[in-house]
């Protein structure tokens, strides 16, 4: 602490106020931490101390600093399918959309999408179908076949039907 003849008076200053913020760190560190500070201070940090992994030092004021960086997200290794060369719709999906409902000479009518997005591109095919009986998918499908070529391998995503 500081003795009485070194006492100022006014605002503090910047200087002052990183002072007293370094003072209260060290004395919270010492009051929580003095084990880890010890071994810090020996650099001796056993391997079963929380802060190993963190590789903890010791700055020019004694502060506890930590080297350890943020590690990056890891992310999951995509499917053969979407990583190997191939042509475009080789590898696709498959799925409804809709009900739609489209003008048709003044009336509505209940229509679907069909998709059929490419897993190695990312590109989208859309064949427009007026019902989703099995006979209007295989004549989409068709279409798609004979527009894209043919397909080595075709997912489908299996969702409930909502009404």
């Known amino acids: 602490m500081l003795k009485k003849s070194y006492v100022l008076h006014g605002p503090l200053t910047s200087e002052e106020l990183l002072e007293a913020e370094r003072f209260w760190i060290q004395f919270e560190q010492e009051k929580f931490l003095s084990e880890e500070l010890k071994s810090l ?3 001796k940090i056993e391997k079963e101390s929380p802060l190993y992994n ?11 600093k930590y080297l350890a960086k943020p590690i990056d997200q ?36 209940k229509s679907y ?3 059929f997005p490419c897993r190695v591109t990312r590109a989208l095919h859309l064949e427009l179908v007026s019902d989703m009986t099995t ?29």
Request: proline share 7%.
């Open 74 to 109: 890891l992310t999951s290794p995509l499917p053969s399918d979407r990583i190997n060369q191939t042509p475009a719709f080789s590898v696709c999906g498959l799925d409804f959309a809709g009900p739609l409902y489209v003008n048709n000479f003044g009336e509505l009518q």
């Open 135 to 163: 006979n209007s998918f295989l004549l989409a499908f068709r279409r798609f076949l004979a527009r894209r070529g043919s397909c080595k391998v075709i997912y489908r995503v299996i969702m409930p039907k909502h009404s």
């Open 113 to 115: 999408i069909v998709l």
């Open 54 to 64: 963190y590789m903890p030092y010791l700055d020019e004021n004694g502060d506890k």
């Open 41 to 43: 201070r020996d650099y």
